[in-house]
């Protein structure tokens, strides 16, 4: 796929997405839009996962080993400033913490790997995309074995210089903790950019919108650590 068009593709993934915002176990809308890209790219798709998360599974190869990549569903209770062409059409609800690029890149992640569902010296396995909301927020802490072959994989697709392994630990919960308490995961930041705007402008604020520019960089992280993961020898928990 050429560059533009995949680009494009993403952008427009992301902008029908911040247009259709709710707050938490409300997302009946953007559910269905995920539900439906994922099932025109042939996944297996299940809906009402703990009332509107979607799971689409695609079996790459001869299958085996399961890997899932995982983006929050909901919105915040905000009037978003207006303005925008793709603003909120939602009263009262708005993507003021990036959700909409979080699934933006994981649909761009799986539309490329649908295309490797059964393509020669591919990889073996079976990528499932989750997109959900959990009001079960817990500490979130890497398995220490998926961090070295994220990091190593992170810095073979965007060059090392790109990359750290040592991030600072912060005081915070999330709902991709409840996912490590129970498979080896790893949680990893983005750079979203640093000028008002363009990923400057601070989380859960009214003005906040996500930086179309990185969208390309997430969704070769993804693939990255997807095939990384699904060819490496053994996963264990650390």
């Known amino acids: 796929m050429p560059d533009s068009t995949r680009v494009d593709r993403l952008i427009g993934w992301r902008r029908d997405l911040h247009q259709r915002p709710a707050t938490a176990f409300a997302e009946d809308e953007a559910a269905a839009y995920v539900a439906d890209v994922l099932h025109g790219l042939g996944f297996d798709v299940a809906t009402g996962i703990g009332g509107t998360g979607v799971v689409g599974s695609l079996t790459l190869g001869r299958g085996g080993r399961v890997i899932r990549l995982r983006a929050d569903l909901d919105g915040l209770p905000l009037d978003e400033v207006p303005g925008r062409a793709y603003g909120s059409r939602n009263a009262g609800a708005m993507h003021a913490c990036g959700h909409d690029g979080h699934m933006a890149m994981v649909l761009g992640a799986t539309a490329e790997l649908a295309h490797l569902a059964n393509a020669e010296g591919g990889p073996d396995g079976v990528v499932r995309a989750v997109v959900s909301y959990t009001r079960e927020f817990a500490p979130t802490v890497n398995d220490v074995g998926l961090i070295a072959l ?11 210089v790109r990359v750290t392994g040592e991030a600072p630990a912060i005081t915070a919960s999330e709902d991709f903790g409840v996912f490590g308490g129970h498979i080896p995961a790893c949680f990893a930041f983005v750079g979203n950019g640093t000028e008002p705007g363009r990923g400057g402008t601070p989380l859960h604020s009214r003005d906040y919108d996500f930086n179309d520019d990185i969208l390309t960089t997430g969704v070769d992280y993804y693939l990255a650590v997807v095939s990384a993961v699904l060819r490496a020898d053994a996963i264990r928990p650390s």
Request: aromatic share 0%; net charge neutral; proline share 0%.
């Open 150 to 160: 994220v990091v190593a994989a992170a810095r073979e697709a965007l060059g090392s």
